[in-house]
């Protein structure tokens, strides 16, 4: 990909998100020369949603002295906070379960919640659980989440 290319991608997905704002869950609107179908939009989304979200995850992580598990539902949130036509967006119409499961994978492991020698399935299942809570709780409670993994 030329950096022509680069930019045109980067200015497309601008556009789908600003033409989102007011209903993220409306079918999108988006450039066919550039992406083919909605999920190959989708996961050019997804991709630079991860590509943020692991960037601050590691300064965060560097950062803090705070339990993993809060480091990193406080940095999930902070984003989605920061991007939420992003976030809203992939929640309404991502459904790759490809995508969604390395999310959930990537926050399991990265909040120690479960380690790489266990299944793939096993990490996915933890960090769909991780992910709910971060969703739905303003604040993971220290200690508590040690719940999710089997092993604690």
Known sequence: ????????????????????????AAPLAFD?????????LLLALHYRWMQQLTGRLGAALEDSDDDRVETVARTWRALAAEQPVLRAV??????????IEREQRMLAL??????????????????????????TRPGVVAGRHRRLAKSA
């Open 110 to 135: 990265t909040a120690g919640l479960a380690e790489l020698s266990e299944p793939g399935a096993e990490i996915a299942r933890v960090g769909a659980a991780f992910t709910n809570l971060v969703r």
């Open 1 to 24: 990909m030329s950096w022509s290319d680069f930019y045109r991608r980067r200015d497309a997905l601008d556009a789908v998100l600003r033409a989102a704002a007011g209903d993220p």
């Open 32 to 40: 066919r020369d550039l992406f083919a179908t909605e999920d190959e």
């Open 90 to 99: 992939l929640d309404a119409h991502l459904k790759s379960a490809e995508a």
